[in-house]
C-alpha cells in the first residue's frame, strides 16, 4: 500500500467520514458514478410506473424484476472466474458501454409511441445480463482503487451511500418527470448518463496487477474451487444465506411498490417516487452511519440488528394506509436493508483471500440480486392470490427467522474470523503488541 494512514486522533469527523476519498482513482470512481446511478434509478422508476400503466399487472411488475435480475444467478459466477482473471477496469467500460445501448434503445421504442411489454421483458432480460457481468467485477475492483487497505471498509460504505443518494434523487426526479412528460426522458438522462462513469474509467491511473501464483486452469474447476472456498468458510456460508433469504422474502416490497401507491395510497407516480425516496433516505442514512464507523469491529451483531429493523419496516409498510406511515415505514425498511448488505459486503471484502475476491463477490451478487427474481416472481403471483399486504407480512415474517438463525451462530463465526483480523492487525491491541498469550482482545461482535 501507499503512505501510512493518518492517525485517527487528528482527523475530523468530516475527514473520518469521507477518508477513502484520499485515493485518487477512487474519487473518479465517485464522481462518476454518482451521475450514472441517479439515471439508473430514474430508469428503474420509470420502467415499473410504465409496466404497470400498460398493463395494470401485479404479476407483470414481478415478471419484469424476474427478467431484470435472473441473469445474475447463473452467468454471475463465470463472471466472478473472469473479474479473478481479466483486466476489471476493461470489464468495466465494456458492460457500462453495453448498458448505455439498452437504455437508449429503451428511451427510442418508448418515445416512438411503439413499445410493447415483449420489448421492455427482452430489454430487461438483456440489462440483467449486463450487470451479471458488472456488478461482481465492481464489487471486487473496489480494493484495486483505494490505496489504503485501512479505507476499504469507508470505501464501501461510501459507495454505498452513493447508490443511496442517487436513489434518494432519481427517484424524485423520475416521478416528476413520469407524471410532467412521461417515461421516455428518464431513460434518454439515463443513457447519457453512463458517459460519466466511462469517462471516469479511463482516467484511472493503477498500478499493475500482480502475476497470478497458480497456474491458470479450466473456467470450470476454478469456479469449483471457489464454491468449495465459500461453503467451507463458515462466516462467508452464514453471510451469503442470510442474503440470500432477505432478498427472496423481503426485497420484493420494492416490486410490489407501485400496487401500494395505486390501489392502497391512491396516489399516483408521484406517490411511488415518494415511496421509494423515502426507501433511499433511509438507505443514505444507513451507509452514512457505516462510513462513519472506524473500523470492521462490531459488524456482525448490526447484521443482526439491521435484518430485525429491515423486517418492521415492510411489515408496518404492509399494514399501513396512511402515505406518513408508509413513508416512515420504508425509511426504516431501506436503513434496515442497506446497513444490511453494506455490512456483510465489508466482512466479506476485509476476511476473504485475495485470489478468489472475484467469484466470491460474484457469490455475493448471486445471494443478493441472483435470488431476487425469484422473490419478485413469487412476490407478483403471491400478491394476485392472498393479497400485497399479507404478501410482505409474510415475507418480514421470513426475514426474522434468517436474524435469529444468524445471531446463533455468532460465535462461531467469531471464531473463524478472529485469526484474520489479528493476523490483519484489525483488533488494535495486537496490532501495537499489548495482547498476550493470557489476556486476548475481545472479538468483534463482543465490542
Known amino acids: 500500500m501507499a503512505t501510512a494512514a493518518k492517525p485517527e486522533k487528528t482527523r475530523t469527523p468530516i475527514r473520518n467520514l469521507l477518508r477513502a476519498l484520499r485515493s485518487r482513482n477512487y474519487r473518479l470512481f465517485i464522481a462518476g458514478q454518482s451521475v450514472s446511478l441517479v439515471g439508473t434509478w430514474m430508469q428503474q422508476v420509470a420502467m415499473s410506473w410504465l409496466i404497470y400503466r400498460l398493463t395494470g399487472s401485479a404479476i407483470l411488475l414481478g415478471v419484469v424484476g424476474f427478467a431484470s435480475q435472473i441473469p445474475t444467478l447463473f452467468i454471475s459466477p463465470v463472471a466472478g472466474v473472469l473479474a479473478d482473471r481479466w483486466d476489471r477496469r476493461r470489464l468495466l467500460i465494456i458492460t457500462q458501454t453495453l448498458a448505455m445501448f439498452q437504455a437508449a434503445f429503451l428511451a427510442l421504442v418508448v418515445l416512438a409511441g411503439i413499445v410493447q411489454v415483449w420489448q421492455i421483458l427482452l430489454l430487461s432480460l438483456i440489462l440483467g445480463v449486463v450487470n451479471a457481468f458488472d456488478i461482481p467485477t465492481r464489487q471486487s475492483f473496489v480494493v484495486e482503487m483505494v490505496e489504503h487497505r485501512e479505507d476499504l471498509g469507508n470505501a464501501i460504505a461510501l459507495n454505498s451511500s452513493m447508490v443511496n443518494g442517487a436513489r434518494l434523487i432519481g427517484p424524485a426526479i423520475a416521478g416528476f418527470l413520469v407524471a410532467s412528460v412521461g417515461e421516455g426522458i428518464c431513460f434518454v438522462l439515463n443513457a447519457i448518463s453512463y458517459l460519466a462513469v466511462i469517462m471516469a474509467l479511463a482516467a484511472m491511473r493503477l498500478r499493475p496487477a500482480p502475476p497470478r501464483q497458480h497456474a491458470r486452469r479450466h473456467i470450470l474447476h476454478e469456479l469449483y474451487e471457489g464454491l468449495r472456498y465459500a461453503y467451507e468458510f463458515g462466516p462467508i456460508r452464514s453471510i451469503l444465506l442470510l442474503l440470500a433469504l432477505v432478498s427472496f422474502m423481503g426485497m420484493p416490497y420494492s416490486v410490489l411498490a407501485p400496487v401500494f401507491a395505486k390501489d392502497i395510497l391512491h396516489g399516483d407516480a408521484h406517490t411511488f417516487g415518494f415511496l421509494m425516496t423515502a426507501a433511499g433516505s433511509g438507505a443514505l442514512a444507513g451507509t452514512l452511519y457505516l462510513a462513519s464507523r472506524r473500523s470492521v469491529l462490531g459488524l456482525g451483531r448490526l447484521i443482526v440488528m439491521a435484518t430485525i429493523l429491515f423486517s418492521v419496516g415492510i411489515a408496518t409498510f404492509a399494514v399501513s394506509t396512511h402515505l406518513i406511515l408508509s413513508l416512515a415505514a420504508l425509511t426504516l425498511a431501506g436503513f434496515g436493508a442497506m446497513t444490511l448488505v453494506s455490512s456483510c459486503n465489508t466482512i466479506l471484502q476485509t476476511i476473504l483471500d485475495e485470489d478468489k475476491r472475484g467469484r466470491v463477490m460474484s457469490f455475493f451478487a448471486m445471494s443478493f440480486i441472483g435470488v431476487a427474481p425469484f422473490g419478485s416472481l413469487g412476490a407478483g403471483s403471491m400478491a394476485g392470490i392472498i393479497g400485497p399486504r399479507d404478501t410482505l407480512l409474510l415475507g418480514g415474517m421470513g426475514c426474522l427467522a434468517g436474524a435469529a438463525v444468524f445471531a446463533r451462530h455468532l460465535p462461531q463465526i ?34
Open 414 to 447: 467469531r471464531e473463524k474470523v478472529r485469526p484474520i483480523y489479528l493476523r490483519m492487525g484489525i483488533i488494535p491491541e495486537v496490532a501495537i503488541g499489548m495482547a498476550t498469550a493470557t489476556e486476548q482482545p475481545p472479538l468483534p461482535e463482543e465490542r
